[in-house]
């Protein structure tokens, strides 16, 4: 372990050279009452406990391990800075604090951010000074009022069925940068293939004034750039490429990326990369680059023994994307939860598809009132994420459920992410019930029986234009319902299946997976066989997404233990998933 916990640039894609890492230790106090801010702790010379962020505090490796809920939390630590850090700005970035963070830089009040699984920037400038500064962080947040995304935090003291232990406060990188006065605030590339570059987009700071200046190159050549005058708050540019070198699968191709800004106030200099490929969907289901593409996905909900929904080192993320590859997976959906941008970072790099799925878990979809925090935070991500050549699709919600969800809230954040991107296919909700537009169609079949799942496969994919399609579910599951319209020119998705639980040295009657446990191995492959064949060989659907790919906590229905041990040899595995399918023979 480092001695600086996840020591690594935690923003691949927008990198600068001048920066901090303020992970490790922090002063931490617990506010059992939420009545610290009405004490003034924010003021206090020390709090009386000891955090190793960025874990959270329910997580062993925070050192707290701090399993009931936490209502409010309070952090606190100083930093040295230079003389040449107050030249221009001073930026305070947060990969994610859940649920509600207000920061005070020396006893400045600098501002309050919701969302527990979205990046923000807090600029401290007008508080810091050369030396010592001290920085508090009250992090507030309430899983059980229904206003919030949670995900899969548990709303009951434990852990249970397919909830798992909560998640408060600072979870990701915290980190400080020093930047011109002027300086670049977000980079953006589109891929397009067809004309050969990227359509950038450069958000500037207030009126910075200047040039504009991207060099890009492929594995050291020269590839092309341009410079363009800067006047105002952003700035758009297609960036041409003198050679075509596309992002797939097989060879995740990337450019490396240099753009500086040039103003008076000096010159921001920023590092980044991007993937030329483009994605595509009809009937038959997605094509990269013009081919076709069969999903061959796994459920990946993000979870560690140690860290909670973090990652102990960087690569843990690394390797869970090369153990999924190394059961035949191409791909994964993000289940529940907003994964690091160190996640996408390796996507990119090693070929993986990755479909993004916000936590709204926890938040009553019925209730319109809780829909502008929603939305802003899910604008955040797609922004965070979108120049990420590995993500192949949005989804905003996850198995809501009719009687309990607005309509309108759906569509309203179908129709927003597709304005924030319309190079990509976005499900409005996945499963059970989908509202007035959406790109694919997708529905979550947990049946054990690959005759059953078959049956029901056909059934959908045969369906016509305007009709409804209501797949059984699982015995538990009787009061609820599944809606599933048909529309012509739409691929279906089986975004989630199988689930099939299975425990290494037996199974006790404490641990949980779906349907039946198989009494053998030899019982499970033959199930696992028969669904995933059901799936490979019927005509219409696009691809699947496997539940899933390790355990999680007291769910036993991954391919891994959740100490990534591997249940059963991958190779065996990869030999069922990667049988050609009907749109690939």
Request: aromatic share 12%.
């Amino acid at each position: 372990m480092h001695a600086i916990p996840r020591p690594e640039y935690p923003r691949p894609q927008f990198q600068r050279e001048k920066w901090l890492n303020l992970n490790g230790p922090w002063q931490f106090a617990i506010d059992e009452g939420d009545s610290g801010r009405e004490q003034r702790w924010q003021e206090k010379e020390s709090l009386p406990g000891t955090i190793r962020v960025p874990f959270c505090p329910e997580s062993d490796l925070s050192g707290v391990a701090h399993k009931d809920f936490i209502r409010a939390c309070w952090y606190r630590r100083t930093v040295s800075l230079g003389a040449d850090w107050l030249r221009g700005r001073v930026l305070l970035h947060f990969g994610a604090c859940d649920y509600e963070t207000t920061v005070w830089f020396n006893g400045v009040e600098i501002g309050t951010h919701e969302g527990g699984y979205s990046s923000f920037t807090m600029d401290v400038t007008r508080a810091a000074r050369e030396g010592e500064n001290t920085i508090v962080v009250l992090a507030r947040s309430d899983v059980r009022a229904g206003r919030q995304p949670s995900g899969k935090q548990s709303q009951v003291f434990a852990s249970h069925g397919c909830f798992y232990t909560r998640t408060t406060g600072i979870w990701q990188t915290v980190w400080m940068e020093a930047v011109p006065e002027k300086y670049v605030e977000r980079l953006q590339w589109l891929p397009d293939p067809d004309n050969g570059g990227f359509h950038m987009t450069a958000e500037l700071a207030p009126d910075a004034r200047g040039w504009l200046r991207v060099r890009v190159s492929f594995q050291g050549k020269e590839m092309g750039g341009g410079a363009w005058k800067a006047g105002g708050r952003s700035l758009s540019a297609f960036v041409g490429v003198k050679e075509t070198h596309l992002w797939s699968l097989e060879d995740p191709a990337l450019y490396d990326i240099e753009v500086e800004l040039e103003t008076e106030a000096g010159v921001d200099r920023v590092v980044s990369y991007a993937g030329l490929r483009k994605i595509e969907w009809d009937r038959e289901g997605v094509l990269l680059n013009g081919k076709r593409v069969y999903l061959r996905l796994v459920l990946d909900q993000g979870f560690y023994p140690d860290g909670v929904i973090t990652a102990p080192e960087d690569g843990e993320l690394k390797g869970d994307i090369l153990r999924a590859k190394a059961m035949g997976f191409n791909g994964a959906r993000l289940h529940q939860k907003m994964f690091e941008a160190r996640f996408l970072y390796w996507a990119d790099r090693l070929g993986y598809l990755v479909w993004d799925e916000h936590g709204n878990w926890g938040m009553s979809v019925s209730d319109g009132r809780n829909m502008p925090r929603f939305l802003a935070e899910w604008t955040e991500l797609v922004r965070r994420d979108i120049s990420s050549p590995a993500l192949m699709g949005w989804c905003p919600f996850n198995e809501t459920e009719e009687r309990a969800t607005d309509p309108a809230c759906i569509l309203a954040a179908y129709r927003l992410t597709r304005a924030l991107d319309p190079t990509r296919p976005v499900i409005d909700t996945s499963g059970w019930v989908h509202c007035a537009e959406t790109d694919i169609l997708d529905y979550h079949d947990y049946a054990q029986d690959g005759a059953e799942l078959r049956a029901n496969l056909e059934a959908y994919a045969a369906a016509k234009d305007g009709e409804t399609f209501s797949p059984g579910l699982m015995p538990w599951m009787k009061n609820w319902r599944q809606k599933m319209p048909v529309r012509a020119g739409q691929p279906v998705f089986l975004s989630e299946f199988g689930g099939t639980g299975w425990i290494m040295g037996g199974i006790p009657k404490d641990r949980w997976g779906y349907g039946g446990l198989p009494e053998t191995e030899e019982e499970f492959f033959r199930r696992f066989e028969g669904l995933v064949d059901a799936a490979l060989e019927t005509r219409g659907i696009c691809g699947f997404c496997y539940t899933q790919l390790t355990d999680v906590e007291q769910e036993i229905n991954g391919l891994y233990t959740f100490d990534r041990r591997a249940k059963f040899p991958p190779e065996r595995i990869a030999a069922i998933l990667t049988r050609p399918a009907w749109n690939e023979k």
